[in-house]
């Protein structure tokens, strides 16, 4: 008997138990189920949430009293130019933590425990980033919130607004791949963090976020028009602002798209060669 369990079905990697009879409604709801423990997570742990609550509100009032007399002449001007600007800044910041976390995770043995089980191996990446949506949610809101509280009047009406709240969970969604990535490559968290913040910081400061890239050096300027996070932001602006489905729109969608059939499958290989 002992020696029939061994060399049975029984005696296969825990890893693989189940993931072939896997079905897309099943990858489904246990995605949910793991986003649904995030959220738990969350709520516990409010000190997560700082950099989606706390941080729009700093960010806001600072750019736009700062920048905006140098930049717009005037702060009401630089509102239309900051707002979805910040959006997508705040956005990409939270991508990040979502990498923090995956490496924070993998290295306490939490991930230990879903290898065993017979679940689909792209749940428990993809139920955190689920999670996350709420994260840009709130990012989002917050931000069209306060500047509207300090004299923003988005042209797009609540349809604009409500699109641009859309498109900035979509774009977060997808550039969270590419952090997750991080996540599973790298060594410790605090590592994970360093290369994250040494991709995010270029991408956030050379594009349209914070000054017309027509005020740039042409190198940069030629970077900041094909930078992703640039061609986001473009979009929200077209939302919030003129409430126009846009060109930009649809080559924003196009590039969240690319990312998440580049970023997800190598995520997912990744985390299969790592568990």
């Not at 980033?129 to 919130?145: E, G, K, P």
């Not at 409430?243 to 690319?258: K, P, R």
Request: charged share 10%.
């Amino acid at each position: 008997m002992s020696a029939t369990t061994a060399t049975g079905p029984a005696a296969a990697h825990p890893a693989d138990i189940g993931t072939d009879r896997v079905g897309l409604a099943d990858t489904v709801s246990q995605t949910m189920t793991l986003a649904w423990r995030a959220t738990m997570k969350m709520r516990r742990s409010m000190e997560v949430m700082f950099d989606v609550t706390i941080q729009p509100l700093i960010f806001t009032g600072m750019f736009a009293y700062i920048f905006g007399g140098a930049i717009s002449g005037d702060v009401q001007s630089y509102l239309p130019l900051i707002i979805p600007g910040l959006i997508g800044q705040t956005v990409l910041t939270a991508c990040v933590a979502t990498g923090v976390q995956l490496r924070t995770d993998m290295d306490t043995g939490v991930f230990d425990r879903f290898k065993v089980l017979p679940i689909s191996r792209i749940a428990p990446l993809a139920g955190p980033m689920v999670a996350d949506l709420l994260r840009y949610f709130i990012a989002s809101v917050l931000t069209f919130a306060v500047g509207i509280a300090i004299g923003y009047r988005p042209g797009g009406g609540v349809p604009g607004v409500a699109g641009a709240v859309f498109l900035a969970m979509l774009a977060g969604w997808s550039l969270a791949w590419i952090f997750t990535l991080f996540g599973i490559l790298g060594r410790n968290a605090q590592g994970v963090q360093a290369i994250s913040l040494l991709v995010m910081f270029p991408l956030t400061f050379l594009s349209n976020a914070f000054v017309p890239t027509d005020t740039m050096p042409e190198p940069l300027q030629t970077f900041a028009e094909i930078n992703p996070v640039s061609l986001v932001i473009t979009a929200l602006r077209d939302l919030a602002n003129d409430g126009d489905v846009t060109a930009g729109v649809g080559w924003a969608l196009l590039g969240c798209a690319v990312v998440i059939a580049v970023f997800a499958p190598l995520s997912v290989r990744a985390f299969n060669r790592r568990m």
